[in-house]
């Protein structure tokens, strides 16, 4: 079973505010983006996964996406994440209608394919699934079947919403690349910790070390 996954990405200037303690207003549209970058690129070389949108109405995150092999669409609804969310999983449905579908977060520089891939497996079992963040607050992935709605659900204590909706919480071992995602300067450091992609790298030089 291949998947398509919508990655949702505000504008960059208005990216990564919770990290201002760490990266200042210069460098966290660069670092949101090399998230971006390096979620993307994984997310292409795993092989579950058949395609990749973007949703963003960022014209520089559209361009550097778009050259990793992202389809970039329009956040037409311009009314919030989860809009976007099932205004990218509709896109995708109109050219891959009986493809199952997944919410990927952004901001998850250290996302390895096969542990992508084992997430996705997992989540084939059940008509939708998600996974909660490394902090067990928020989620990270939501998928739904073949012929089944996302719903999504996300914001505030998002793993628990998803949970109330009817979605099945994955647990897994072993996938914390996929569960990292980085809002704060300790996530950095603990996504820093996991090996991050060469474009988070890039960005965070000089910024904070590992652990």
């Not at 966290?28 to 998230?35: I, Q, T």
């Not at 669409?73 to 976007?84: F, K, Q």
């Not at 008509?127 to 963040?133: E, I, K, M, T």
Request: hydrophobic share 50%.
């Amino acid at each position: 079973m291949q998947w398509s996954l919508v990655i949702p990405l505000k504008p960059l200037a208005r990216a990564k505010t919770r990290l201002s303690d760490t990266a200042a207003d210069g460098v966290r549209p660069g670092l949101a983006l090399a998230f971006a970058q390096d979620t993307v690129a994984a997310a292409l070389a795993c092989e579950a996964v058949a395609s990749v949108a973007v949703v963003t109405d960022d014209e520089r995150a559209g361009r550097e996406l778009a050259a990793l092999g992202a389809r970039i669409v329009p956040d037409t609804p311009a009314d919030g994440l989860n809009a976007a969310l099932a205004h990218g999983a509709a896109v995708v449905r109109a050219y891959r209608p009986c493809a199952p579908v997944a919410a990927l977060n952004a901001d998850l520089p250290a996302l390895r394919p096969l542990e992508l891939a084992r997430v996705l497996a997992a989540a084939a079992e059940f008509p939708r699934a998600f996974l909660a963040d490394a902090a067990e607050i928020g989620t990270t992935l939501l998928a739904a079947g073949p012929e089944q709605e996302l719903h999504p659900a996300f914001g505030p204590d998002s793993r628990n919403r998803h949970r109330t909706s009817g979605a099945k919480e994955l647990t897994l071992a072993g996938v914390d690349s996929v569960r990292q995602d980085v809002d704060t300067g300790n996530d950095l450091r603990a996504a820093l910790a996991l090996g991050v992609g060469p474009y988070t790298t890039a960005a965070a030089a000089g910024l904070l070390s590992a652990p």
